[in-house]
């Protein structure tokens, strides 16, 4: 693990240990709702707390769970990755809710407990504001509610959701996050409107984990060809925990079509690969790079054709690496002052104090 | 294993035929259409038929008379010179098939796969069951006995296992037929155990199972809801494609059938290194879950998968394709046109001529010879 670079640390992720965590956070009607109904935990399929991916052996407490205090985001990574900054992304289940109104107080809540809970407990800590797109107009107001704290950095919604999105119903949303200077997060995980594939339901949670790679893609597609990254020339997008090495084979596939069917979306008047290569980031937990072939990181950093796209994450506490190998092995030396902080910094105008409009 | 007994040595490369094609030029994607339904009509039962007309072929999706969703790029996605000077729809007609394509670009072997209306994917597995049937013997009268250069897929049923598994048995040693052809969006994940006869039976004869891109699943087209474009429909056949495999290996298909082959046509290929690389990564933290996998998911993949180039991704800088091909294995790659589809790919000119002559002969021909057994 490299020190000494002022590492970023782009995505952790603190895990509500119950719903009652959250009760205080919500107001008397909610509150007595979750009681009432027996509304215990919000726990999602996309992150089965007891499966070894979901907390790494050894950073689980001795209920078997993890990533529920800021000591042990503290001791676990922070410490030991060497970060100046981490940025948290909760995962929480809310996403999943079907009732519009619950939705918007439950992760209303999420995101005060986030600040009570971790921001104001560690001064390296940043978080992303979760939003409810089950109401866009919601969405809005819980950006322009929190953005005044500089310490939410972005927002943040999963990779498998009701639509993808490109679609212009999700626009004003991105209007907002481009007010604030704030990235849109899209993170590994699904909100179960559909099937993890798009031939249906998968028996494994192995083949469930590694179709995220599919929805990163299909939302790539969306942003593209909807014409959304063209209309927001300053929004950046960042993948999280998406893995990275399928993005060169995605983008020959868009690009080449594109040159063959541009007729269908004239709006799309730069290629994919320049569009993606200007807006789009990647964090690099994890890599999925073969284990048994060193050079070719190399071989798809030169794919990737780019040095600004990659940035360095944990991934806390789920399991993608053992020890403190945080970052994926292959990459060059001389790319790691990137990696590990510049292009965090170059991709989140609040880490760099910046003012949020342009 | 397949015997492979190169053909005789050719001085003649004939017009159109790529001087590096000394194995032959086997075109692995030709899609032959009927005129109509009534092409089936010899094969289909009374009672079919009047279905057919009455109510007729009913995919996964709202629209009826072959409309697609997503509205293709040209007429029927054919070429816009693939349509008979005689009249009919493109690869309808022997004759003019044989001359604007097996002759003009000196065709060797020609795989046929034929797409709607075949059958495939249909609501009513009766109805799917008796026009595939069909299908196969109209792909026997109109095309396999009077051209011997084409070979026919058997089309099956594939969500009726059963019935596809005695489809498959019926053509089983037959030499007209040279795999059992499937569409690459099926209602639930290929690896499914509802799915196995089919490939158990596919294994028993011998024939490799081909899944091409297209068909409905009923599922929205990506794991995050319905896209708007045409455009995004032709990225999703990658993405359903990387689901297949995944499904395939780690339900175990490739564990319990060791002799199964499985050739992806018009899916692309150059997702499938970083699948193999991701599916293995995350194997490692989730083995206790898949026990029946006894070894790494890449390894599955390298033995039983092969590829077709058309669509071949088209990188930026032409020389990463090559990285691509080398991870995939240059032996797993056979060369497809997709006749008469509006991205046909010209033998002469689709396969980079900067890949080593070698390469470029198994991928025209040696690598479809070994793995059909041509």
New interface residues.
């Given amino acids: 693990m490299p020190t000494g670079l002022g590492a970023i640390d782009c995505d952790v992720h603190p895990m509500v240990p119950a719903m009652s965590a959250l009760s205080p956070y919500l107001d008397e009607f909610w509150r007595d709702q979750v009681t009432e109904r027996g509304i215990t935990q919000l726990d999602g399929q996309s992150w089965p707390v007891n499966t070894p991916k979901t907390i790494r052996a050894d950073w689980r407490d001795a209920k078997g769970r993890g990533a529920s205090t800021v000591a042990e985001l503290q001791t676990q990574a922070l410490g030991p990755f060497g970060a100046d900054l981490a940025i948290l992304n909760p995962l929480y289940g809310v996403q999943m809710v079907l009732n519009a109104d619950m939705a918007v107080a439950f992760t209303r809540a999420l995101n005060d407990w986030t600040r009570a809970e971790w921001l104001d407990r560690d001064p390296r800590l940043r978080a992303s504001i979760v939003l409810p797109l089950q109401d866009i107009g919601a969405a809005v107001e819980e950006i322009e509610r929190l953005a005044p704290d500089r310490r939410f950095v972005q927002a943040l919604v999963l990779a498998m959701g009701d639509a993808p999105l490109g679609k212009r119903q999700f626009w004003p949303v991105y209007e907002a996050l481009v007010r604030h200077g704030l990235p849109l997060g899209v993170h590994a995980g699904s909100a179960y409107r559909h099937p993890q594939t798009s031939v249906g339901w998968t028996s494994w949670y192995l083949e469930e984990y590694v179709a995220n790679q599919q929805a990163f893609q299909s939302q790539l597609a969306s942003l593209v060809t909807e014409g959304t990254l063209g209309k927001f020339p300053d929004l950046k997008v960042v993948l999280l925990e998406s893995g990275v090495t399928w993005l060169p084979a995605f983008l020959w596939r868009l690009g080449k079509t594109w040159k063959g069917v541009r007729f269908e979306v004239p709006w799309v008047d730069r290629s994919p690969a320049e569009l993606v290569r200007d807006q789009v980031r990647l964090s690099v937990q994890p890599f999925d790079a073969p284990e048994d072939d060193p050079g070719a990181v190399q071989r798809i950093l030169d794919h990737l054709r780019s040095e600004d796209m990659l940035l360095w994450a944990s991934d806390w506490p789920h399991w993608q690496f053992d020890g403190n190998a945080a970052v994926p092995p292959g990459f060059p030396e001389a790319m790691l002052p990137k990696l590990m902080r510049d292009n965090a910094l170059a991709t989140y105008g609040r880490l760099r104090g910046e003012e949020g409009s342009r | 294993m397949n015997v492979i007994q190169a053909p005789p040595p050719r001085a003649d490369a004939r017009p159109g035929r790529p001087a590096a094609a000394t194995l032959g030029l086997v075109d692995v994607d030709i899609h032959p259409r009927a005129h109509s339904h009534a092409d089936f009509k010899p094969w289909l039962s009374e009672r079919w038929w009047r279905y057919a007309q009455e109510y007729g072929p009913r995919a996964r999706h709202g629209f009826t008379g072959g409309q697609p969703p997503f509205p293709k790029?040209q007429p029927l996605a054919c070429r816009r010179d693939a349509w008979p000077p005689g009249g009919g729809t493109p690869a309808s007609d022997l004759g003019f098939l044989r001359s604007h394509h097996l002759d003009a670009h000196g065709i060797d072997i020609g795989v046929l796969n034929p797409l709607q209306p075949s059958g495939q994917g249909d609501r009513n597995n009766g109805f799917s069951a008796a026009l595939c049937h069909a299908v196969n013997e109209w792909q026997l009268e109109t095309w396999l006995r009077p051209e011997p250069r084409l070979r026919g897929s058997v089309v099956v049923p594939y969500e009726d296992a059963a019935a596809s598994a005695a489809e498959i048995r019926q053509r089983a040693g037959d030499p007209n037929f040279c795999q059992v052809l499937m569409m690459?969006?099926?209602?639930?994940?290929?690896?499914?155990p509802r799915y196995w006869p089919i490939y158990e039976a596919a294994a028993e004869a011998g024939l490799p199972v081909a899944f091409h891109a297209f068909g409905y699943?009923g599922?929205?087209?990506?794991?995050?809801?319905?896209?708007?474009?045409?455009?995004?429909e032709?990225?999703?056949h990658?993405?359903?494609c990387?689901?297949?495999v995944?499904?395939l290996v780690?339900?175990g298909v490739f564990e319990r059938l060791p002799t199964l082959k499985v050739v992806l046509i018009e899916c692309?290929f150059?997702?499938l290194?970083?699948?193999?690389?991701?599916?293995?990564?995350?194997?490692r933290?989730?083995k206790?879950?898949?026990p029946h996998l006894r070894r790494a998911p890449?390894e599955y993949i390298r033995d039983h998968i092969w590829v077709s180039t058309q669509?071949?991704?088209?990188?930026?800088?032409g020389r990463?394709?090559r990285?691509?091909m080398g991870?995939i294995g240059w032996d797993r790659i056979l060369f497809a046109t997709d006749y008469p589809h509006?991205?046909f790919d010209d033998p002469r000119a689709a396969v980079p001529g900067t890949l080593p002559e070698e390469v470029r002969r198994d991928i025209y021909g040696g690598n479809a010879r070994r793995v059909y057994g041509f």
């Fill in positions: 790029a690459s969006r099926t209602a639930e994940p290929a690896g499914n699943s599922w929205a087209m990506t794991n995050t809801g319905w896209p708007s474009f045409y455009i995004e032709v990225s999703e990658a993405t359903s990387q689901n297949q995944t499904s780690v339900e692309g150059a997702w290194p970083s699948v193999a690389w991701r599916l293995d990564r995350h194997w933290h989730l206790g879950e898949v890449s669509p071949m991704e088209e990188p930026e800088v990463h394709l990285d691509v991870w509006w991205d």
